[in-house]
């Protein structure tokens, strides 16, 4: 069963900080990883889909990486501003068997970005 | 542009009572349907998938079920709420095996 950890579970950090998030995950037999953005109440917003074949995708100032025999990902948050405050959950989607389409998800890490 | 709607945004129910949560699709044809749910403290569990109209998987053994009576119209239901029914239900599409989009969520409260 694939299983996906992020750390840190929080991370408080004044503006303009650069970030970095991470999260890992069991069975390297992914078929994509999706980044996500959850503010307080709200659904989730996409930020990011790095195919299994992709090592990197960027999107303004975020950058998220992919490796996939390691079972690792990062979320690189530039120059962080305090409208970056939310939860960041990372998510796999496994590339094998009768759960294909399944996204296993982290927990999250609660960031906030102070002013 | 693509659109995904849930409603209500929130819920109160008491134990016992029935449960119909919507989600529609705009934008899109055929797209893979899939409802979560999101539990004080834990992380998000898939509930159930949608391929196609009818098609219905369930991924964990529960209270819940789902149908599929459009293409676009996925519903969640209940016919007698538990107090572990409780939490923040997600309706996402996505087509085929690619990107997930999510809906605004719907907060339900069993009493």
């Known amino acids: 069963k694939q299983e996906v950890t992020q750390i840190p579970a929080a991370l408080s950090v004044p503006e303009g900080e650069n970030l970095v998030l991470n999260c890992s995950f069991t069975?390297?037999?992914?078929?994509?990883l999706q980044w996500f953005r959850q503010d307080p109440g709200k659904g989730l917003t996409s930020l990011l889909l790095i195919q299994s074949s992709q090592r990197e995708q960027t999107s303004g100032r975020l950058n998220a990486s992919l490796d996939k025999s390691s079972g690792r990902s990062t979320l690189y948050i530039a120059a962080s501003q305090p409208g970056d405050s939310a939860t960041y959950l990372c998510a796999v989607k496994v590339g094998r068997g009768s759960t294909l389409g399944r996204l296993y998800f982290g927990r999250g890490t609660q960031l906030t970005v102070w002013p | 542009s693509q659109t995904i709607h849930q409603w209500p945004a929130t819920l109160v129910q008491p134990v016992g009572s029935p449960l119909s949560l919507e989600c529609t699709v705009e934008?899109?044809?055929?797209?893979?349907l899939y409802w979560y749910r999101q539990a004080a403290g834990r992380g998000l569990q898939l509930l159930f998938y949608?391929?196609?109209?009818?098609?219905i998987s369930s991924e964990v053994p529960q209270n819940l079920s789902a149908s599929r009576p459009q293409d676009r119209q996925f519903i969640l239901s209940s016919k007698k709420l538990l107090l572990s029914d409780s939490g923040f239900y997600l309706c996402a599409w996505s087509i085929q095996d690619n990107e997930q989009f999510f809906g605004p969520g719907t907060r339900l409260t069993v009493l």
């Open positions: 949608s391929v196609g109209i009818g098609q």
């Open positions: 934008g899109t044809s055929n797209p893979n």
């Open positions: 069975d390297s037999a992914i078929y994509n």
